[in-house]
């Protein structure tokens, strides 16, 4: 019967999942509409299974223009229930502020967008103000943009007042034996976001995807592509991913539940990122 129950509860665990674990993808391609690469109707096609923030990046930022084919993308993308952040980037720190802030203008002006995504933030002390300064310009262009910051590494503390999320891992190798910064547990999930590529298989994928649940990540994308660009396709196990990431399930709303079953006598067992209490 103890069986029985727990294998109904952990039933009940997945069917109340909120995604825990949204995708943030790089969809460094064009929205082409040929029926064989059309790689944003893929996005599109999952944006109801999971929650998908994809970062556009019509040419190496907005562009000079309007793009139609990025209209027409953008907006069923985000009709379909998707969110879409403009790619900026700020060479660590390097980069005018007047340029960076004319791009993000920019985005606002062309695209029907939810946030920006500044790649190449630094992760030094002597840079935050550099970002805190952009981050809050941004947030007066619209202050429900969400912002994301990539150092692509561990960062400091600090840098959360200057992003919404920080990619604390963007690399190809090393998901296996990295360390997070022991910080990063006093925050929600959702101020953290993991990228990785050169992953070659699906067995592999599942088994990082399992590693970020555990690591207080709240924002994933794991693909087979590979340097020069791994952002330039949409991984050959794009199916299994989606529902890998939205098999994970909200630890509140499974903890809630369980509470609210009035459960005892249970010990403490690990599932996927919430330890739950199993019949002995």
């Known amino acids: 019967?103890?069986?029985?129950?727990?294998?109904?509860?952990?039933?009940?665990?997945?069917?109340f999942n909120t995604h825990a674990v949204n995708i943030l993808l790089p969809a460094y391609f064009y929205p082409s509409f040929d029926p064989?690469?059309?790689?944003?109707?893929?996005?599109?096609?999952?944006?109801g299974q999971v929650n998908i923030t994809a970062i556009m990046n019509p040419n190496n930022g907005p562009g000079d223009s309007?793009?139609?084919?990025?209209?027409?993308?953008?907006?069923?993308?985000?009709a379909a229930g998707g969110k879409v952040v403009g790619y900026?980037?700020?060479s660590y720190g390097a980069r005018s502020q007047a340029e960076v802030l004319s791009a993000v203008?920019?985005?606002?002006?062309?695209?029907?967008?939810?946030?920006?995504?500044?790649?190449?933030?630094?992760?030094?002390?002597?840079?935050?103000?550099?970002?805190?300064?952009?981050?809050?310009s941004i947030k007066l262009t619209n202050p429900e943009y969400r912002i994301f910051g990539n150092p692509g590494t561990n960062t400091l503390e600090s840098?959360?007042?200057?992003?919404?999320?920080?990619?604390?891992?963007?690399?190809?190798?090393?998901?296996?034996?990295?360390?997070?910064?022991?910080?990063?547990?006093?925050?929600?999930?959702?101020?953290f976001a993991h990228l990785l590529?050169?992953?070659?298989d699906?067995?592999?994928?599942?088994?990082?995807?399992?590693?970020?649940?555990?690591?207080?990540?709240?924002?994933?994308?794991?693909?087979?592509?590979?340097?020069?660009?791994?952002?330039?396709?949409?991984t050959h196990y794009w199916n299994a991913e989606v529902s890998a990431v939205a098999a994970i399930p909200e630890p509140s709303s499974g903890l809630l539940l369980l509470a609210g079953l009035g459960l005892i006598g249970f010990r403490y067992h690990k599932f996927g990122n919430v330890e739950i209490r199993r019949p002995d």
């Open 159 to 191: 840098y959360l007042t200057a992003a919404d999320v920080l990619v604390t891992f963007e690399n190809q190798t090393g998901y296996e034996t990295y360390p997070p910064d022991t910080w990063t547990n006093n925050y929600t999930a959702d101020h």
């Open 66 to 78: 309007v793009n139609s084919d990025y209209t027409t993308a953008v907006d069923a993308f985000r």
């Open 36 to 47: 064989n690469q059309s790689f944003w109707d893929e996005m599109t096609a999952a944006a």
């Open 88 to 90: 900026v980037y700020t």
């Open 105 to 136: 203008a920019s985005y606002a002006s062309f695209y029907n967008i939810d946030g920006i995504f500044l790649d190449e933030m630094s992760n030094t002390s002597t840079d935050l103000a550099y970002y805190k300064s952009l981050y809050n």
């Open 197 to 200: 590529y050169n992953v070659s």
């Open 1 to 15: 019967m103890k069986k029985l129950a727990y294998s109904f509860l952990v039933g009940l665990l997945l069917s």
């Open 202 to 234: 699906e067995a592999a994928m599942l088994a990082n995807v399992a590693l970020a649940a555990d690591r207080n990540v709240g924002y994933l994308y794991i693909t087979n592509d590979t340097l020069p660009n791994p952002w330039d396709t949409l």
